[in-house]
């Protein structure tokens, strides 16, 4: 494993851009078999338009492609506040390492099963190791 602690935020990038692919791969033939034609479409839609209209497990990818902008920008925050301050530990790369591995699960779980019990357990795991790596964060920041 590395002793880099933006490793798992580089990871967690470059799993966000794989569900980017995921979206477009599952949601462009779901228009075209809905007869949807990219280049007719009205000006300023948006992927929640398509709520509804496209079938929920292919809007699932979205949904989590959203959910790695979201709460993931705290993590990479949290990591280069720890990487600057000196507080590259085994401790907190074992933290942002466990952070990374529960969201690229969440990620699977959401896009293939998304029974939400599972679902929200992942989520709060995941939560629990971001909210220790920042409480880290602030005592290693305060010096």
């Given at each position: 494993m590395s002793q880099s602690l933006l490793a798992p935020g580089a990871i967690l990038v470059l799993w966000?851009?794989?569900m980017a692919g995921w979206v477009a791969a599952t949601r462009l033939p779901a228009l075209k078999k809905m007869g949807v034609d990219l280049k007719t479409a009205p000006p300023g839609g948006r992927g929640a338009d398509l709520e509804g209209v496209l079938p929920p497990a292919v809007n699932w990818k979205s949904h989590n492609y959203?959910?790695?902008l979201e709460q993931p920008?705290?993590?990479y925050a949290t990591i280069i506040f720890l990487?600057?301050?000196g507080g590259n530990t085994g401790l907190t790369r074992g933290l942002a390492w466990a952070y990374v591995v529960?969201?690229?699960v969440h990620s699977l779980w959401q896009v293939t099963v998304?029974?939400?019990p599972v679902r929200f357990m992942l989520f709060l795991?995941?939560?629990l190791c971001l909210f220790v790596l920042a409480l880290l964060a602030v005592i290693a920041t305060l010096g």
């Open positions: 966000t851009l794989v959203t959910h790695l920008t705290i993590f990487h600057l301050s529960i969201r690229i998304n029974r939400i795991l995941s939560t």
